[in-house]
């Protein structure tokens, strides 16, 4: 074998050598891109995920601030327009005493008080519904004190001879007590419009 031959059997080998270390670098660098492009498309994909996850976390507290905030405004207006038709009640109620059919309200209210009461009892009431006390006591056949003084709309309040039972029974009182039953009704009502 000649020495050219031998040069280009060593410089053939050299090409080969050259042209498998190449292949294999580009075998690498194509297998590390492929490996590169996998994981940057799962970070993307993750970190879409987490966006998304972070974005419907932020629309659902948002969601629930607005309805924090509609209940919030929904329990003003009912209790705004709650304590309206509450100071309209009281402003009808203050004037029932110059209604005509006062000394039937009037007796009932008082025939109620009496009921809670034994005879000999106090009844207490305004000046002005002194002779319509009297009357009605008489009507009703019952032996009580009667005394004047007592500062109300209209209605009475009776005290037991010992002092110990109190029975009042008064436009304003009976306003009161029926406040707790008028709330959850009036809240009835603005739902249903």
């Given at each position: ?13 050299a ?37 998304e ?17 509609t209940?919030r ?7 705004t ?13 203050s004037?029932?005493?110059?209604r ?58 009776v005290?037991?001879?010992?002092n ?6 008064t ?5 009161e ?6 709330r ?10």
């Amino acid at each position: 074998m000649s020495l050219q031959h031998i040069l280009k059997a060593i410089a053939d080998d050299a090409d080969k050598q050259v042209r498998d270390i190449l292949d294999e670098a580009r075998s690498r660098r194509e297998s590390r891109l492929a490996e590169a492009r996998k994981q940057a498309a799962a970070l993307r994909t993750q970190a879409l995920a987490e966006a998304e996850a972070e974005a419907a976390h932020a629309r659902a507290r948002i969601l629930h601030q607005v309805h924090l905030e509609t209940l919030r405004r929904r329990v003003e207006v009912q209790e705004t327009t709650f304590q309206a038709a509450l100071q309209r009640a009281r402003e009808t109620l203050s004037q029932v005493r110059f209604r005509n059919d006062y000394p039937a309200i009037f007796a009932a209210l008082l025939s109620e008080a009496l009921a809670a009461q034994e005879p000999g009892a106090t009844v207490r009431v305004t000046k002005e519904d002194l002779p319509l006390a009297r009357r009605v006591l008489a009507d009703l056949g019952w032996d009580a004190h009667l005394s004047s003084g007592l500062a109300t709309w209209g209605g009475v309040e009776v005290h037991s001879s010992d002092n110990r039972i109190i029975t009042r029974n008064t436009i304003e009182s009976r306003l009161e007590r029926a406040e707790p039953d008028l709330r959850p009704l009036l809240a009835d009502i603005l739902r249903a419009n």
